[in-house]
Each structure stands twice: as structure tokens, then as C-alpha cells.
């Protein structure tokens, strides 16, 4: 360590912070005016990076590099205000978590759509016209263009500052996140008012994104790894704050810089990798500002809504007619296996299928019901995954123990994160469980002495009786429906009640003596361990468990299952959870772009069935009733 190798990792720290904040910006903005949490926003950075190439290649010679660059932002702004347009200003008043699934679904076909346009290679920019050298400070070589990049941020930030405050337009940005609907009362199209900021946020993402081509190449995981960092930054900052985007962004770009610097230290005897904790750092600074302040940095608590989406329907028990329908597809799965002979792949889809109804009923249970959005499900599901398979290796135990502790080391889990989130609601409580979930896969990730780090844990098998796949199915068959009955019948037990009640009004439940935060930690911790046990069955019946269980991509997983098969109803995360494994399955082994087709089929059951699968079919159902008694009694 030395005072010129900080210096140096310092000034690298201010340039990522600049990129960081200009992504970030954009998705703070958009937030603060729309209410949107544009999951698709880290596609409009990749595509910045990808049209910058593209023009830069073609237009350069003529137009100059800069000019060339610079269109790519411009474009992005018309794809952005195209996508407000077309999809955005349909669901504005739905519930945020089916904001968050339209926007998740367009992440996926613009990630196909660059797979399509520019190849799965990574490509690589040119040097920036008249930056491409260095210049040394204190001994060491320091790069031109990223002088620029740390300017960029400020500069951007005093623009943004100057039109949010000297313009018209700034003073209805300023009005509509503080109040959007008494704007539009004011009459004050809010429409175009939307598009307009959306296009601007675009803008900004694809800005960024240009600006980093000569810096790293355009791959197609930029988005993915931008959205997460671009999340934690307006946070942490505070929904909505242009200033704390920005000291948020020079925080956690600066924290990573120092512990790069630091490399390996030992502390009280013992060596830490501080280069390795950059993995996860923006995740901890998240983690304990919202624990500390909520609302972020320099932000303020968030004002509700006027219009909240479509208000939460009571559960209701099942008729007899359904009762016996659900009895029969039940009996019709556990005699499966016979109908489709031995070593079926129907038999192995259908595992896959159980599991996964058993790890979507038991995100409803909090999501629907208790109205936690949890976004970091998954940390249950991978530490029931790897206790499993820890018991087996480690403890040398037989799988019916592990398939104990293994939900046992789940709920463990809940137990602690569970005290934290259950203290905070809406996008802050999300974050946060974003926030544990990412802390858990990057100690998973690294601890390659326990978990085997990346290349995760095999010889995870059955005993011997359940080795075969049949028998492997019946015993994930029995514990599934157990597991989803044992959800169902504590959703309407005093718990439930006591559950939907906190969810509907809390100040109302704990005026009638209700113990607001205990009854929701309870149902955490419940939620925490029956997923845990489908993450256990996940384990045997893959003979292994890596890190991908823990990650981002497994909690949207989950949470596209529950909302494709209505959060309002019991059937809904079974329903959606068959549906979404059986499309994913047949899409994948069907062409390479499966992503884009299961991201359009998303957008078309978001647009035209908001209820869900389950909930669709209700309607009908309720319809069929309600024309036939027309009928009888005219």
C-alpha cells in the first residue's frame, strides 16, 4: 500500500462514481415522477453502449467520434419515450409489483434483441478522439478519458439543477414528485409530462452507457449488473433525490475503491480480503442505511399514492366443485409417473414443476396476503438449498435429516433478516430484502473453503430408495402438497386473519391490540422455511446447488410465477408456477431467443389478464355463474 496506489484508486473511484451516478439519475428521476420501478432501465444503458459502437463505427469518419456518440443517447431517449407510450401508460396505476413484472419482461426482449442485432461477442469501442493517452500523477499512469468521466458527473448533475429549478418544465418535475395527481387536477397533461421524464431518464442511462464504450467493451450482462448497482445508489441516496444519487454514487464508488486498495489485510490474526468485498459492498451500505433511515440519505419519507392500483381482494375458501377438482389434479399427479412409463422427462418437468409451486406459495403467503414484497426470496430457497447439501457433506447425515435442517438453516435466515424488513414497507422494504439476499450469495460466493464459492457443492443424492426418479417424485409430491396445504391452512387460521388485517391497516390492527410487526415476522420466518424446503428438494433432485440459487434471477423467478398466476388468489402461485416452468422449459428448447418470447408472452398476460392465470379464470368463472342465474330467474 502507498499514498500514490490511494491516489490512483481514488481517482478510479470518482470516475466509476460519474457512471454510476449518470445511470442512476435517470432511474431516480423516472421513479420520482411516475412512481415506476423500471427494472429495464440497465437495458437502456446496454443499448447506449451498443449504439455507440454501431455509430461510432459507421458515422465516425464522416460526423466526427463525438457527434457519433452522442446519437446513441439521443436514441435512447426516442426508444424510452416509445416504451412509455406503448406499455408504461397502461399499467400506471397498477400495483408496483406489476410494474416491476412489465418492466422485468422488457428487459428480457431487449436482451434478445441485442443478442439478435449485435452477436453474443463483446465489442470493443475506440479510443476517444483526443483522450487516448495518460497523464502521471505521483509516479503513475492515469488515463485521459476518465479526467472526463469525473467531470461528466458534476457537470450533469449542475445541468439537471438548472433545469429542474429555471424552467417550467423542472417546476412541474419538482410539483409531480411531490404531488402527481394534483398536478394533473391542476390541468397539466401528465401524460406527455411521463413521457417526457421517462425520455429524459432514457437519456441519461443511454448517456451513460456511451460514455463507458471506450472504457469497457458492450456485453450483453450490462444491464443485469448496471440495474442492481443503479438500484442501490437511489436508495441509498433516497427516492427521488438528484443530490443523493450523487453523493450516494461518490460513497459506494469510493468505499470500492479503498477496498481494492486494501487488498488482503490481516485483522486480529486472521487475513481478509477487503479486494473481495466489492462483490457485495453497495448491498451492505444499503443494508444499514435503510436499517439507520429509511427513506435514504437525502431523501423523505414517501408520500402515498391517491391511486394505488386495484385495492387487495379477500381470500376465500374453495367451493366443493373446486375442492374436488383440486383433489383430482392431485391424485392425477401422484399416479403420473405410471402413465408416462419409467425415466420419463415428464417426470423430471413435473419435479421441477412441484418444487417450484412450493417455493411460489411460499412467497404468496408474504407477498399477497401479507403484503411484504420481498425481492430476495430466494436467500431462503439457496440456504435450504445449501444446508441440504452442507448435512450430507459435511455432517455425513442421510437425506431425510438434511431435508430437516435444511429448511431449519432457511428459516434461521428469515429469523434474522426477517426482524429488519418487517420494520420497513413498500420499494424500502424490497430493497432491503434485495439488499440481505445479495449479502447471502456473495458469502456463499466466496467461501470457497465451505460452500465450494462458484463451483458450488455436488454428490448431493438421494438415499437409495428415492435414487430412482420416480421415487424421487413421489416423495417431492408428498412433501409439496403438504407444504402448499400446510400455507393454505395457516392463511386462514388467526395468524391469517391477523396477517391480512396488518396488511389492510396496520394503525387499525394495532389499535385493536395486534402485534403488527410480530404477526408479519412470524409469516417471514414461516414463508423462509417452506421455501427452504423446496430449495432441499431442489438440491436432491439436481445432485448439486450453486450460487445461482441465491441470486436476483431466482427471486424474479419466483415473483413472475406468483404475479403470472394472480397474487389474489390460493391457486395462483400453483398455477403460475406450472405455467411458467412449462413455457420456460418448451421456449428454451425451442429457439435461441427464448428469452424475447417468454418476455413477450409476459407483456401480453401483464396487458390483458393484470389479475393473473388464476385470477382471470375466477372472472369468468364468477360470469358463467352470474349469466346462468340471469337465466333461471329473468
Not at 409489483?97 to 412489465?102: D, H, K, S, T
Not at 407444504?483 to 390492527?509: H, T
Not at 450453486?546 to 441470486?551: V, W
Amino acid at each position: 500500500m502507498s499514498a500514490s496506489g490511494l491516489l490512483a484508486q481514488l481517482l478510479n473511484g470518482l470516475a466509476s462514481a460519474s457512471s454510476l451516478f449518470l445511470v442512476s439519475v435517470g432511474l431516480s428521476l423516472i421513479f420520482g415522477v411516475t412512481r415506476t420501478i423500471n427494472f429495464a432501465h440497465g437495458s437502456f444503458f446496454m443499448l447506449g453502449a451498443y449504439m455507440a459502437f454501431t455509430s461510432v463505427e459507421t458515422l465516425a469518419p464522416t460526423i466526427g467520434f463525438w457527434p457519433a456518440l452522442l446519437l446513441a443517447p439521443l436514441a435512447c431517449a426516442a426508444l424510452g419515450a416509445l416504451t412509455e407510450i406503448g406499455l408504461l401508460r397502461r399499467i400506471y396505476k397498477a400495483p408496483e409489483l406489476f410494474q416491476l413484472l412489465a418492466t422485468f419482461a422488457l428487459v428480457l426482449v431487449i436482451k434478445d434483441a441485442a443478442l439478435w442485432l449485435w452477436g453474443p461477442e463483446e465489442l470493443f469501442g475506440p479510443r476517444a478522439a483526443g483522450l487516448e493517452g495518460s497523464i502521471e500523477i505521483l509516479g503513475r499512469q492515469f488515463p485521459t478519458y476518465d479526467l472526463l468521466l469525473i467531470a461528466a458527473g458534476p457537470l450533469v448533475l449542475l445541468g439537471l439543477h438548472v433545469l429542474l429549478t429555471q424552467t417550467r418544465f423542472g417546476t412541474l418535475v419538482r410539483a409531480a414528485t411531490q404531488d402527481r395527481e394534483m398536478v394533473g387536477a391542476l390541468g397539466v397533461n401528465q401524460a406527455w409530462l411521463f413521457t417526457a421524464v421517462f425520455a429524459l431518464g432514457t437519456l441519461l442511462a443511454g448517456l451513460a452507457g456511451a460514455l463507458q464504450l471506450p472504457r469497457e467493451p458492450a456485453s450483453l450482462e450490462m444491464d443485469m449488473t448496471t440495474i442492481g448497482a443503479a438500484f442501490v445508489v437511489v436508495v441509498v441516496g433516497g427516492m427521488g433525490s438528484i443530490p443523493g444519487s450523487f453523493v450516494a454514487a461518490l460513497l459506494i464508488a469510493e468505499i470500492k475503491a479503498v477496498c481494492i486498495w486494501l487488498g488482503v489485510q490481516e485483522v486480529a490474526g486472521v487475513e481478509v480480503s477487503f479486494s473481495k468485498l466489492t462483490l457485495v459492498v453497495e448491498f451492505l451500505v444499503m443494508a444499514s442505511v435503510l436499517v439507520w433511515r429509511p427513506w435514504g440519505l437525502m431523501g423523505k419519507p414517501q408520500a402515498p399514492a391517491r391511486h394505488a392500483g386495484v385495492p387487495e381482494q379477500p381470500l376465500r375458501l374453495a367451493g366443493r366443485s373446486s375442492t374436488a377438482a383440486w383433489g383430482v389434479l392431485v391424485l392425477g399427479l401422484l399416479v403420473l409417473p405410471l402413465l408416462v412409463g419409467e425415466g420419463s422427462y415428464a417426470t423430471v418437468l413435473m419435479t421441477d414443476m412441484l418444487i417450484a409451486a412450493l417455493f411460489a406459495a411460499s412467497l404468496h403467503c408474504i407477498l399477497g396476503p401479507g403484503g411484504m414484497h420481498s425481492f430476495g426470496h430466494a436467500a431462503y430457497f439457496g440456504l435450504g438449498a445449501y444446508g441440504a447439501a452442507l448435512a450430507v457433506r459435511l455432517l455425513h447425515v442421510p437425506m431425510e435429516v438434511a431435508l430437516v435442517l435444511g429448511p431449519l438453516m432457511a428459516a434461521a435466515g428469515a429469523l434474522l433478516y426477517g426482524w429488519f424488513c418487517v420494520r420497513l414497507s413498500g420499494v424500502y422494504l424490497t430493497m432491503l430484502t434485495l439488499a440481505f439476499a445479495q449479502i447471502t450469495w456473495a458469502i456463499v460466493f466466496q467461501w470457497d473453503g465451505v460452500t465450494g464459492g462458484s463451483n458450488g457443492l455436488t454428490g448431493v443424492w438421494p438415499s437409495d430408495w428415492a435414487s430412482q426418479t420416480e421415487h424421487f417424485y413421489w416423495l417431492a409430491w408428498a412433501l409439496c402438497v403438504l407444504g402448499v396445504y400446510g400455507l393454505r391452512r395457516m392463511l386462514f387460521s388467526p395468524l391469517g386473519y391477523a396477517l391480512r388485517a396488518a396488511r389492510d391497516s396496520a394503525m387499525r390492527a394495532d389499535a385493536i391490540g395486534l402485534d403488527v410487526r410480530r404477526i408479519q415476522w412470524t409469516a417471514f420466518v414461516i414463508a423462509g422455511a417452506f421455501a427452504g424446503l423446496a430449495g432441499a428438494l431442489f438440491a436432491f433432485s439436481k445432485g448439486s446447488v450453486a450460487p445461482d440459487s441465491l441470486g436476483v434471477s431466482k427471486s424474479v423467478d419466483a415473483l413472475v410465477m406468483v404475479l403470472l398466476g394472480g397474487i389474489q388468489t390460493l391457486a395462483g402461485p400453483v398455477v403460475g408456477s406450472a405455467a411458467f416452468t412449462w413455457l420456460h422449459d418448451t421456449v428454451a428448447r425451442n429457439t435461441d431467443y427464448w428469452r424475447a418470447l417468454m418476455g413477450a408472452i409476459m407483456l401480453v398476460l401483464v396487458l390483458l389478464f393484470p389479475q393473473g392465470i388464476s385470477g382471470f379464470a375466477q372472472q369468468l368463472q364468477a360470469l358463467w355463474v352470474s349469466q346462468k342465474k340471469e337465466r333461471i330467474h329473468p
